[in-house]
């Protein structure tokens, strides 16, 4: 009897491993198949691949985050950035980009605390969604070695054909100009990828260990919009370009709003926003300071209000220079009030070549306070930045220039109008116009007129006597053979 006990006892036992084998057997199972659709999880999200060799590290542990809560804002961090000056992050930018481009409204975040070493790079549409913002709160640096811009580039920081796009924030842009300034040759920081990822591609990523060349004679502007609409540049600081510092060409619907512009007063060519074939413009509540035009108004613009800017140093606010070699410009529907202006070459002014075409008109510059500027007031159509210029008879037209309330101090001539023989300027006006020498005891240039006719509004401080009153005769007026 107990033998026959000793034996069931046995075969249930038995009987009870193999149902919990069967059991581990399904669990395990279970385990290995959300393993796999956890592997698998990341395949959907744009820029991100469980088995992209990009973002795993040399131990394959996989170091890109889960891709943010808020599905619209993209980090360059996310990307592979470093952000310590030295490495080359250009292609983390790109990548951000790319993600970004393809969701409208969506943000492409570059975090403040960090600085980031940019090559020359495009942003570009057409095929991106609308909308975009690129939210600059960190540093973003030029390369300094000659191996980057390679024969000269015309743009660092480009933004082209958009629709709908915004930089702001509380960061800067440094195009890192001094070594384009003063052409250097001596050393300095290279570029010369040791690991990691890098513009070059391979497992580079530093930039150190080579001697900088002469730099390209060709200059970049830092940042430059290209065949956009509705462009928003607002909060941030650009300082240091080789050359111009922000630059609007083809560009429909601008705004600019709260930004800094900063480079030394001895910088060549370095304009602070340049405007060119653009309508619609907005440039408001701005700091200007840097060694060429504050606002540099060109070609093809109309429309453009400009109002409540801080420029100094600097050249001034300029239309021009327009109809150089003999090409046609056109520029209307222009104004520039409630400007402040200390320590500059000129104040406002429309600066034109001989031999040029086309017209400027319905301008108004209002509510100008000067402090040391040289000459506070300017129309020459014999601009020359060369030694010397031929003598041409055609001439851009200018008509219907307004001078309203503009005061302050001068430290050479308080009014310059130099106008075409052949083309006269038509309908100049002068109202409360009072402008004293920085000294008072300076004796300096009284006011010039050539070929100027208009109406002085009211009496002017000095007295403006040389402006002809009404209109140019019918034989001085010569068409310029292609009007706007």
């Known amino acids: 009897m107990s033998g026959f006990r000793l034996k069931s006892l046995t075969i249930t036992i038995f009987i009870a491993c193999l149902a919990c084998f069967s059991r581990f057997q399904t669990c395990s199972a279970r385990k290995t198949k959300y393993t ?5 999880i990341g395949k959907d999200y744009v820029g ?3 088995h992209d060799n990009k973002f795993i590290d040399g131990r394959n542990r996989v170091t890109t985050p889960l891709k943010n809560a808020d599905s619209s804002i993209f980090n360059v961090l996310d990307f592979g950035a470093k952000g310590d000056g030295k490495t080359d992050d250009t292609k983390a930018f790109e990548a951000a980009w790319a993600a970004a481009c393809q969701v409208q409204g969506s943000t492409m975040m570059v975090p403040s605390g960090s600085l980031f070493l940019i090559k020359p790079v495009t942003f570009s549409g057409p095929n991106c969604e609308s909308n975009i913002v690129f939210q600059l709160d960190g540093k973003i640096i030029a390369p300094t070695s000659s191996s980057a811009w390679g024969s000269g580039l015309l743009q660092w920081l480009d933004f082209s054909k958009l629709q709908g796009i915004t930089i702001r924030g509380k ?4 195009g890192q100009g001094t070594v384009w300034w003063n052409d250097s040759t001596e050393e300095s920081e290279s570029e010369t990828p040791t690991t990691g990822d890098s513009f070059y591609g391979g497992n580079q990523d530093s930039l150190s260990g080579e001697l900088s060349s002469k730099m390209p004679s060709t200059k970049p502007t830092a940042l430059r919009f290209y065949g956009s609409s509705d462009v928003t540049v607002t909060g941030i600081t650009i300082q240091n370009s080789p050359q111009t510092h922000l630059k609007f060409d083809d560009c429909i619907g601008v705004q ?10 001895d910088s060549p060519n370095t304009d602070g926003i340049h405007l060119q074939n653009s309508n619609g413009v907005v440039i408001y509540n701005t700091n200007l300071a840097c060694g060429d035009d504050c606002i540099s108004i060109q070609t093809g613009c109309s429309n453009v209000f400009v ?3 801080n420029c100094g140093p600097g050249h001034g606010i300029s239309i021009g220079g327009l109809g150089k070699d003999n090409t046609k410009a056109c520029v209307s529907n222009v104004t520039v009030r409630d400007i402040t202006m200390q320590d500059t070459m000129t104040g406002v002014r429309i600066k034109t070549w001989q031999g040029g075409s086309g017209s400027v008109s319905g301008v108004m510059f209002s509510n100008i306070q000067v402090s040391e500027v040289q000459t506070p007031i300017m129309i020459d159509q014999f601009y020359c930045d060369k030694s010397r210029c031929e003598n041409e008879t055609s001439a851009v037209a200018i008509s219907d220039i307004n001078f309203v309330n503009i005061k302050g101090t001068y430290t050479e001539k308080p009014v310059h109008f130099a106008c075409s023989d052949s083309l006269p300027c038509s309908g100049v006006t002068l109202t409360t116009i009072q402008l004293k020498p920085a000294q008072a005891a300076s004796q300096l240039d009284a006011p010039y007129c050539w070929e100027t006719y208009g109406e002085l509004k009211t009496s002017t401080i000095p007295p403006i006597n040389c402006l002809q009153t009404g209109k140019p005769s ?5 068409s310029n053979g292609d009007s706007c």
Request: proline content about 3%; overall charge positive.
């Open 256 to 265: 600019v709003s709260g930004v800094s512009v900063s480079s030394p007063r």
């Open 48 to 50: 991100y691949s469980y």
């Open 474 to 478: 019918k034989n001085k007026l010569h």
């Open 307 to 309: 109002h409540n800017v």
């Open 36 to 40: 796999k659709q956890f592997k698998n």
């Open 171 to 174: 960061g800067t842009i440094d």
